[in-house]
């Protein structure tokens, strides 16, 4: 397992919330999503041998976000 924040730009509201949280789920090997608009962080639990973290930020970025980090 692995835990990583990805800074994303661009989120606002429980929509924006809604939208980060169904892509990354999308994904093989997602176990949770936790996004904080506030901090305007995405924190994932993921199995690394299952999903690349450059697909969990590819995937935040098809839905309209800037990723930063």
Do not use: N, R
Not at 22 to 40: D, M, N, P, R, W
Not at 47 to 62: F, H, M, V
Request: charged share 25%; aromatic share 2%.
């Amino acid at each position: 397992m692995a835990i990583e924040t990805i800074i994303v730009e661009g989120m606002s509201c429980q929509h924006c919330v809604k939208a980060v949280t169904g892509a990354v789920q999308a994904l093989s090997g997602i176990h949770s999503v936790e996004v904080s608009l506030e901090k305007k962080e995405v924190k994932v639990d993921f199995d690394p041998s299952k999903t690349l973290l450059q697909a969990i930020k590819d995937q935040i970025e098809e839905e309209g976000y800037t990723v930063k980090s």
